[in-house]
């Protein structure tokens, strides 16, 4: 009888580990289902993982985007809230803001964990995330919108992306990254979409109570890394174990690993597949494994993710989404709707030629044809300011034969009256 106690406290502690929450991606299935609805989708799934591999293995020749310059991906967060609970704090939206900067700059402070054998091959993606300043409209915004839904849970099914469903509509998903943030009411932590799939349904859903690092989080998933996996998803990036028994996940650094590993194993975790003597990479974003122990993307899984931004491919388009640029917003409060085209006409300004090749002229026309003092600036993609200069004539030539090949955002702004215009050089 004196083994007793020691027995009962076994068995306590054994249902406490069982207890545990563990990771549940809902990706997989969900895509799955998707397929099984509509089989075409495969083939768009296909075409676009097969020229993302194409892309990758060129590296680093991807066209149009240097290996190392910046990606801003505006951010549109549509929290559905059944509860005052899942109407997350502002400061819980920013939270995930920096934790997802953190993790796609290998800039997180808990990589000293990182074994050194796989610290070696962590990357900076040079993928960052803004909260999105320019709506669709091109009005300002504060890229959050915040919506009332009668529905208390939502399931990976996809009604929490339309407004017909107790949801709300994505935004246009060649410009924006959708994150819906609800209750997902079970053991799934979130989805993703794939590259290449429906438009109407692009982007990832997290649930409220795993979103960001302080607010309403639950430990084991309160550090934002819910929401980095799902994005990875969104960027290419499969399972690190290839969702299949030693399976591949089409990234070369990552080690093969037999299966998925939970909560926070630790080094080395060898499994019958691996490699070498330092087993999984049990660590990668791409693992299921509690947020604390998560540290790292690779070089190699940089490269896939970024191969998505390459011509031809399906996140190309945010190279000019510019919606991470608030100076790229209408000027002033937010105009009621039946007042915009009024606004727009009374700007009317040209800049031509489109492409430039070594100037490009700015023209005033109508009711802007005055000699007041107006300003010129011109910004890269990724908002920086290259070319500011004010001038108080009808017309006016800029010499771009310095600038390098690519696309210009030209601002010219008289008084709150703004004009934008996006501009090729070849
Ligand atoms: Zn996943």
Redesign the pocket.
């Known amino acids: 009888m004196k083994f007793f106690p020691g027995v009962l406290l076994l068995l306590l502690l054994q249902c406490s580990m069982h207890v545990q929450a563990q990771r549940n ?1 809902g ?1 997989t299935e969900y895509m799955q289902r998707l397929i099984k609805a509509d089989p075409s989708i495969n083939n768009s799934l296909n075409k676009t993982a097969a020229l993302t591999t194409a892309v990758a293995g060129q590296h680093p020749a991807a066209k149009d985007i240097a290996f190392n310059d910046i990606i801003n991906v505006p951010v549109v967060i549509h929290i559905m809230y059944n509860t005052a609970d899942q109407n997350i704090s502002l400061d819980q939206i920013q939270s995930q803001l920096i934790a997802l900067n953190n993790d796609y700059s290998n800039l997180n402070a808990d990589k000293i964990n990182t074994p050194p054998v796989f610290a070696a091959l962590a990357a900076d993606t040079k993928i960052r995330f803004c909260l999105a300043q320019v709506d669709p409209q091109g009005r300002k915004t504060s890229g959050i919108v915040r919506k009332y839904s009668n529905r208390d849970a939502f399931s990976p099914d996809d009604a929490v992306k339309y407004s017909a469903q107790g949801g709300d509509d994505g935004w246009d998903c060649k410009r924006y990254l959708n994150i819906w943030v609800c209750n997902m009411g079970s053991r799934t932590l979130g989805y993703s979409s794939l590259p290449g799939g429906p438009s109407a349904t692009d982007g990832v859903v997290i649930s409220f109570d795993v979103f960001g690092t302080t607010g309403n989080v639950r430990s084991p998933f309160d550090k934002g890394r819910t929401a980095t ?2 994005i990875g ?1 969104w960027l290419g990036l499969k ?1 690190i174990w290839g969702d299949a028994i030693c399976g591949s996940d089409e990234v070369d650094d990552t080690p093969v690993q037999q299966y998925y590993n939970y909560g926070c194993p630790s080094f080395p975790h060898v499994s019958n597949c691996s490699p070498d003597g330092n087993g999984d990479m049990y660590m990668n974003f791409m693992d299921f494994t509690n947020d604390a122990c998560m540290s790292l993307f690779t070089n190699g899984q940089k490269i896939r993710m970024r191969a998505l931004f390459a011509t031809g491919n399906v996140r190309n388009s945010f190279l000019t989404s510019f919606a991470c640029d608030s100076t790229l917003a209408s000027a002033g409060p937010l105009p009621p709707t039946d007042t915009i085209a009024t606004v727009k006409q009374v700007i009317e300004v040209k800049v031509y030629p489109n492409p430039m090749q070594s100037s490009a002229v700015v023209e005033y026309l109508g009711a802007l044809k005055s000699l007041s003092v107006k300003t010129i600036n011109i910004y890269t993609v990724t908002g920086n300011k290259i070319y500011s200069a004010t001038f108080n004539t009808a017309k006016t030539s800029v010499n771009v034969a310095g600038f390098a090949k690519g696309v210009y955002i030209f601002t010219v702004e008289e008084g709150t009256n703004r004009y934008t215009k996006k501009m090729i050089k070849e």
């Open positions: 991606c990706t996996h799902e998803h399972h």
